[in-house]
Structures are given as C-alpha cells and as structure tokens.
C-alpha cells in the first residue's frame, strides 16, 4: 500500500469512528434516549395525535404505544412482534385491538390474546407522558 493511500485510509477510519461516537453520546436518534426520570422515549406527543398510533424502534426493541396522549390513561404500549411466528402485529382502531396479518391472532389493546395461534400475550411496557415526550419503562 503506498502513503497516501494509507493515509486516506486511515483519515476515512478517523472520520467513521468520530461519526459512530457522536451518535453513540445522542443515543443514536429518536426513540432511543433516555427520559428526564428515566424510562426509554419512544417519541413526541405531536408524534402520537391524529393517528393515536406511534411506532418506533427504541433501546428496547421495537414498540408500538396507542392512545390519547391527552388522556394518559388510555396510552398502551406493546411490542408488536407477534409471539406466534414473528410478524409484526397492526393497531385495527375500529375494533381497538391488533390483528396480525400473518395467521390471523388478535390481541388486546393490553397485549394479552383473544385469538389464536399465539399463545401468549405481546410484551407490555408501562407508558406515560413526560412534558412533551411519550416514554415507556421496560
Ligand atoms: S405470526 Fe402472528 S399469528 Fe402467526
């Protein structure tokens, strides 16, 4: 290798390790920092109006929070990894339950199963509003 081409490849190895430590210190974006008090912050509240659904890959895994921010106490927040087979369930506002689009099994707002094939219920986390963040706990 000559000079030069070893020293632009070791300034292009500086530069990659400088950008992966900036976004290690900021958590790596949205959806992965940490609360005031604690607690994994999944997104804005504005994030979470109109739709009532708010969907983001955290430090956690991904999570799915439904709701009303402005009534915290309908906010849900669940992993929406089906615990049958691994596809990722769907929010149906009508009937206020998920539904997953692979084999059919239907799950509560709380994640606990109304129908098969899973047997067991989706992961829950606990959910609040911090100001103008929408947090879970693991
Ligand atoms: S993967 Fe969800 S029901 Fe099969």
Known sequence: ???????????LGWLV??????FAR???GQGTSQGASGGVVVGSVSDLAG????????????VLVT???ASPESLRAV???CTH???TVRWQPQQQEFLCPCHGARFAADGAVLQGPAGAGLKAYSVRVEGTEVLVDA
């Open 1 to 11: 290798m000559k000079r030069r081409s070893f020293l632009q490849w070791m300034g």
């Open 17 to 22: 390790t400088a950008v992966q430590g900036c």
């Open 26 to 28: 900021s958590g790596g």
């Open 51 to 62: 739709s009532g659904v708010l969907e983001r890959n955290t430090a956690l895994g991904p």
């Open 67 to 69: 709701g009303d921010a």
């Open 79 to 81: 992993n929406p990894t």
């Open 85 to 87: 087979q691994g596809c």
